[in-house]
């Protein structure tokens, strides 16, 4: 049997006062342990992928603050990089290379020429509004098929990436924004873990002990002492500090940041998914 079911036999359900309130101390303890479990759990699975999502995340929410000196103006959204992605890949087809040739797609010199007629004309032009336009109607003129929320967004972009002064398709770690995403889509579909199993990985096993000791003594108070400072280390304290005497290893953020973070992941993949399914639209024009 996990402490924790054991140690809900002992508090029962009692009508005395004090053994109410260290049931409800010791419920919210739990329940905070599987929700941290959950978001740590998240977390690992998206962090080989913090390098590349830091760049997309605003300041003000950064874990630590030297996280990264980029603010939000020095450089593209995840909506900019699609957009831009986008019509890589339409001018890629309009040059009848399909970026899935290997062949062609490694000849460094054939993808140095293409990029750099990509950026002349559509970046680096006085003309490339004009330019973007007659490329836009030479695709989709003539044809039922009209996104003008998609073109704006592309122009946009465009418009941004010439300031950033751009180098190259490349520069934009395209495949590095895919991959994160998906290991973001994986991080929060992850099951979670269930309170007695989070307590037990989370919690350490003297302080464990202690818990169930009491209980069988009667002595419940101690679990709410006990529980208080371990509550406030994991929720919004200094966490770092819990271990060993609480926690059974060491963690960089408690629960208030780890969630933040996850939640601002969350933002970040709808925008992408939301772009994404957009995109289905143009699937026969790239």
Known sequence: MHYYDEIRNYLGDSDNSLVKTVSS?????????????????????????????????????????????????????????????????????????????????????????????????????????????????????????????????????????????????????????HSAMKLVDEGIKLPQMGKAESMEKLISNELLDYFLESAKAENFVNILFQSAPTIRAIHDGKIASAYPKYLKKTYEYNLEKIDSYIEEMKDLLTVYNDVMNDRKEFTQYI
């Not at 303890?29 to 978001?39: E, H, I, S, V, Y």
């Not at 603050?65 to 995840?78: F, N, R, V």
């Not at 797609?105 to 293409?114: A, E, P, R, W």
């Open 25 to 177: 101390n010791f419920e919210c303890l739990a329940t905070l342990c599987q929700q941290f479990c959950q978001c740590q759990s998240i977390y690992d699975h998206i962090k080989p992928a913090s390098h590349v999502l830091t760049q997309y995340r605003s300041a003000e929410c950064r874990l630590t603050k030297g996280e990264d000196k980029k603010t939000e103006e020095d450089s593209l959204s995840i909506l900019e990089k699609l957009s831009i992605e986008l019509l890589w890949k339409l001018y890629l087809k309009s040059q009848n290379v399909v970026e899935e040739d290997k062949s062609i797609i490694s000849s460094k010199d054939t993808i140095n020429s293409l990029e750099s007629s990509f950026i002349n004309t559509f970046v680096f032009s006085i003309s490339y509004k004009k330019n973007f336009e007659q490329f836009w109607k030479s695709l989709f003129d003539g044809t039922s098929f009209m996104n003008h929320y998609s073109k704006s967004d592309i122009v946009d972009a465009l418009e941004h990436w010439g300031i950033l002064n751009c180098r190259s398709v490349q520069s934009l770690n395209l495949s590095g924004l």
